[in-house]
């Protein structure tokens, strides 16, 4: 017998093609959009409607604004001497 590489709620719907990285945390009964890919150790506890590149920290937004989100914390924790 195989390992289970990810176990979805029943009632979740993933689209096609997809990719999901590792540790990647699908919450509740959601609905994940055709083309939409989910970068590592992200939790997905909404649904995503549009294809593109997402990634959480705090909470799943796309990619891009997730990068800025990043960069500034990094730039706040230089600022503040972390």
């Known amino acids: 017998m195989g390992a289970k590489l990810a176990e979805l709620e029943p009632r979740c719907h993933v689209g096609k093609r997809c990719t999901q990285a590792g540790q990647v945390g699908v919450v509740g009964h ?3 959009a055709d ?7 992200a939790v997905v506890s909404h649904s995503v409607l549009q294809a593109g590149t997402f990634s ?27």
Not at 36 to 41: L, N, P, R
Request: hydrophobic content about 40%; overall charge negative; charged content about 20%.
């Open 56 to 82: 959480s920290g705090t909470s799943l937004e796309a990619y891009s604004s997730w990068l800025k989100s990043a960069a500034c914390m990094c730039d706040a924790r230089i600022w503040r001497g972390a």
């Open 30 to 32: 959601i609905e994940i």
């Open 35 to 41: 083309d939409a890919d989910i970068t590592g150790t």
